[in-house]
């Protein structure tokens, strides 16, 4: 009874469950001006198997934008693409995805999980990044490291996406507040921000009005143009305000998730913010 | 220089352990031994005495001693003023000689007076063996600096110049519990290696340590007379040994109010009195930290909270101010929160435990009135309370935030685990904010602008001023320490010009034919 209730409360932040109904979404969103980035749901695989079976699954992804000229990325999660299992198939998995989205002239984002992978998926990143271009970083601004981790990264061209980060982290490595969760998000927008002209492009993935406003200003005291950074919000949040943003010149991105493995996801979209939560009950009880 | 700090003892080295937690159980078996005035080589009892509570356990009785009174007071005096005759005379190297042996000797008992410092004073284990080490330090860094040559003079024509120090006299030492080892032995090492001789009067919550360290000294061939023992309160004895004529001068580490009071009663004369007495005195701070927006949040964090609760905050160079650049306030409020609740309070016998107790129950009620206040003013972001369902006096370490400019508790000194937190516009704020007060001991400034570490070493106001480190844990040799203002004389204990406040410097000029 509750779980075909809870997919269809899902469905709000996810596409669908085919690779189509994905791309299907990115058109419409590239329709009113904004970008995409698509994310075949799935996380903490534990067979070689059904790892590479997900990087075919990106390829096949990855051929569909193509043929149907959608402007839409990929992002990938390295405990999907079998990082539990073994660190060398699962750079294999990437390396596949990340040649045939070069192929196409495409670009793989690489998602950030919780701080028990992040030493090893910036590795992986690093490692990949030595031969494609064509990838971006996901960092999270409640870990303490980040900062440390983005004045290493940057001393190449780096694309990074920067997020709050929804998984629950021990207080030690982690920011425990939001109130410190976003100061630190402001101190990592001026960093990044400051170093646009190094070759550092930023993506800022935030539903945060004040904070959006913040990075705006910083990004004009730093005389940085509005082609060398990006906002991005997920699929189903606020997408009012994106398209605002989109309207006012800024570039854009929304982040779709879609397959059926939407569960993990979707309890970390409630946990994050409260307003999704209240989402879910009105929907309950409106039953 | 041959010198090199003594190192400190790795705990994580299971012999150490085992040898300090040995100690610790030989020590407690020692409880409650009775420790005498020792004048002239003669033990003295009185019939009151001072009773040495463990602040982790404040119904142990560490151990007693003698409550002095004037006679004795009167008679330790004449005792150093009798052998200053013969001691002024022994060449330096012999001195010097036997600040090693103290120094090789505190080094043998290491770990029985570690464990005696974690009982009487209650300093965690590492602070404690840092304490022995300090005093260790004090004892072969003076000995080496007392046998270097004068300065050369300029010469002249047909003349010989010679220019040479001669001992003051009679020096009253009177050091803190906060470092009842390290200051007593540096302060008293000073004045012997120089030729002078001490009256040694402990402080009263610390006197086993100081017993402890004399009976050291004995054994080591300081001679009769030369250093002289006397345990009592100060109010009962301490104006009269300053005020004496016999004494020529004192060399105190405390309060500013003490402090100031030795001051005046110094300065005014005795009858038959013939010198102006000197004054050594190195008192309290009220330091700051200021962290700007390029700084490496988590490690400033982590010096902070490190300088903020380290020894409970009752040191004089503990940080108890960090001005924070308000671009990274959240974030650092938040590390440095991380930080304060991964602090274990408890005894400090027990390894484990970061914070040990203050040092008594009237210091405790002291800073709660201070936390009181900061409550009251601004807000209580972690901490504030006495823990009361242990037998010691222990407080948690305690944030406060959102005080106006204008609360006392951004000028007064605290000396407890109390710190303030405020954002700040800039880092030329934040020193300005950070010199706002009467003291000037330490600061410490985090950024990684050169330019800024620049300005900030022109314009920050302190006798210890340290880039992007840590404003405690000053070592001998290295950090000479001393504050500027209220907070002393600024005599930079552990620095290659100590020990010239302790002597006369007199020139000797003779025609040649």
């Not at chain 1, 405990?79 to 995805?97: D, H, K, P, T």
């Not at chain 2, 009269?240 to 580490?253: E, G, I, N, P, S």
């Not at chain 2, 309290?284 to 490690?299: F, H, L, Q």
Request: aromatic share 10%; net charge positive.
């Amino acid at each position: 009874m509750i779980r075909p209730l809870l997919r269809f409360l899902a469905r709000r932040f996810v596409a669908g469950e085919t690779a189509a109904s994905a791309v299907d979404a990115a058109k419409r969103m590239n329709a009113a001006g904004i970008k995409a980035v698509i994310d075949f749901l799935g996380e903490d695989v534990r067979s070689e198997q059904m790892a590479a079976a997900a990087a075919n699954e990106y390829i096949t992804l990855l051929d569909l934008i193509h043929s149907f000229r959608v402007d839409a990325h990929v992002s990938v999660k390295l405990s999907q693409m079998g990082l539990l299992v073994s660190r060398e198939s699962c750079f294999e998995n990437v390396a596949r995805i990340v040649a045939a989205a070069s192929k196409h002239r495409n670009f793989v984002w690489f998602d950030m999980e919780g701080s028990d992978l992040t030493q090893k998926t910036i590795e992986t990143f690093e490692k990949v990044r030595t031969v494609y271009p064509n990838v971006g970083l996901c960092l999270q601004s409640s870990l303490v490291r980040t900062g440390g981790d983005l004045d290493r990264l940057m001393r190449f061209p780096l694309n990074v996406r920067l997020c709050k980060g929804a998984y629950k982290e021990p207080p030690q490595i982690a920011y425990a507040t939001k109130r410190a969760v976003d100061g630190n998000y402001r101190i990592l927008v001026q960093k990044l921000l400051e170093h646009v002209k190094d070759g550092v492009y930023p993506a800022f993935a935030t539903h945060d009005g004040f904070m959006i406003d913040y990075i705006t200003a910083i990004a004009r005291e730093q005389k940085v143009e509005l082609s060398q950074f990006e906002f991005e919000m997920l699929y189903g949040i606020r997408s009012h305000l994106l398209q605002t943003l989109a309207r006012r010149g800024f570039q854009t991105r929304v982040y779709i998730p879609y397959g059926r493995s939407w569960f993990p996801y979707f309890v970390r979209r409630l946990r994050e913010r409260k307003e999704n939560l209240f989402f879910v009950l009105k929907n309950i009880f409106r039953r | 220089m041959k010198f090199k700090n003594e190192a400190f003892t790795d705990f994580a080295v299971p012999e150490n352990a085992a040898r300090l937690a040995r100690a610790l159980q030989d020590a407690r078996r020692d409880f409650g031994q009775g420790y005498p005035a020792v004048i002239n080589g003669r033990r003295h009892h009185t019939r009151k005495s001072i009773r040495s509570l463990n602040p982790s356990l404040s119904k142990e009785v560490v151990g007693t001693a003698t409550d002095s009174n004037l006679s004795l007071a009167d008679q330790a005096l004449e005792s150093a003023t009798r052998a200053f005759q013969r001691w002024r005379g022994v060449p330096v190297e012999e001195r010097a000689a036997l600040l090693r042996r103290m120094a090789a000797r505190l080094r043998t008992q290491k770990a029985e007076l570690t464990a005696w410092i974690i009982y009487e004073v209650g300093k965690n284990w590492a602070e404690a063996d840092a304490d022995v080490a300090e005093a260790i330090d004090f004892l072969e860094y003076y000995a080496e600096l007392a046998v270097r040559p004068p300065p050369a003079l300029t010469p002249v024509a047909h003349e010989h110049n010679r220019y040479r120090y001669l001992p003051l006299g009679p020096v009253v030492v009177i050091p803190p519990w906060n470092f009842p080892l390290a200051i007593l032995a540096g302060m008293s090492a000073a004045a012997l290696v120089t030729g002078n001789t001490v009256v040694l009067k402990p402080s009263s919550q610390s006197p086993v340590i100081g017993a402890r360290f004399f009976e050291a000294a004995r054994a080591c061939g300081v001679p009769e007379g030369v250093m002289n023992f006397l345990p009592g309160s100060g109010s009962a004895i301490g104006d009269y040994l300053v005020k004496d004529r016999r004494t020529r001068m004192v060399a105190f580490t405390g309060s500013l109010s003490v402090g100031l009071r030795i001051n005046a009663l110094a300065a005014q004369p005795q009858k038959g009195q013939r010198w102006i007495k000197r004054v050594i005195a190195e008192l309290g701070g009220k330091n700051a930290i200021v962290v700007d927006e390029s700084a490496d949040i988590e490690r400033a964090a982590a010096e902070v909270a490190a300088s903020a609760f380290g020894y409970q905050g009752q040191k004089c160079s503990a940080c108890s101010r960090v001005f924070v650049h308000k671009r990274i306030y959240e974030a650092f409020e938040d590390r440095i929160l991380a930080q304060i609740r991964a602090l274990r309070i408890g005894p400090s016998a027990v390894r484990e435990n970061t914070m040990g107790p203050v040092i008594s129950k009237a210091a405790q009620l002291g800073i709660q009135r201070h936390i009181a206040l900061g409550e009251k003013h601004g807000r209580l972001l972690h901490g504030g309370r006495a823990i009361l369902d242990r037998d010691g006096f222990y407080l948690e370490p305690t944030l406060i935030g959102r005080l106006p400019n204008s609360s006392p508790l951004w000028v007064e000194e605290i000396f407890g685990p109390v710190l303030a937190i405020a954002p700040v516009g800039s880092l030329e704020e934040g020193i300005r904010r950070a010199n706002e007060t009467a003291y000037g001991l330490t600061g410490a400034v985090y950024t990684r602008d050169p330019k800024r570490l620049q300005l900030a070493a022109e314009t920050f106001f302190c006798g210890n001023l340290y880039l992007n480190r840590k404003c405690t844990g000053a070592l001998v040799g290295g950090h000479p320490f001393g504050g500027f203002n209220l907070s002393g004389t600024d005599s930079k204990a552990g620095g290659p010009e100590y020990l010239l406040q302790f002597s006369q410097p007199q020139a000797i000029s003779a025609r040649r034919e």
